[in-house]
């Protein structure tokens, strides 16, 4: 699957999980890196940096959705192997 599609699904899962997605350029000497999982105010935000290649968007993302329970949503089987793997590879 393409790693743009792939990335597109990944993130209608994070806003079925109630995860906001926010595409950020992440230049700089103060931030770096493809972007990650937080908290702001007490909801989850997905960052990704816009700036990053679409693998390594995709790479945050399938690290960031591991951390929850996806029991009950529907998710194609393609994307759920991808995040029932225990590494990024």
Do not use: T, W
């Not at 390594?56 to 029932?84: S, T």
Request: glycine share 10%; hydrophobic share 40%; proline share 2%.
């Amino acid at each position: 699957m393409d790693d743009d599609i792939l990335l597109l699904h990944l993130e209608q899962l994070a806003g079925q999980l109630d995860i906001a997605v926010r595409h950020e350029n992440l230049s700089g000497e103060e931030a770096s890196g493809a972007g990650g999982l937080c908290r702001i105010e007490g909801r989850y935000v997905l960052i990704l940096n816009s700036l990053a290649a679409p693998d390594e968007q995709v790479q945050v993302a399938l690290r960031a959705l591991r951390r929850f329970n996806l029991e009950g949503i529907y998710v194609k089987p393609g994307i759920r192997g991808l995040l029932e793997k225990d590494d990024d590879s």
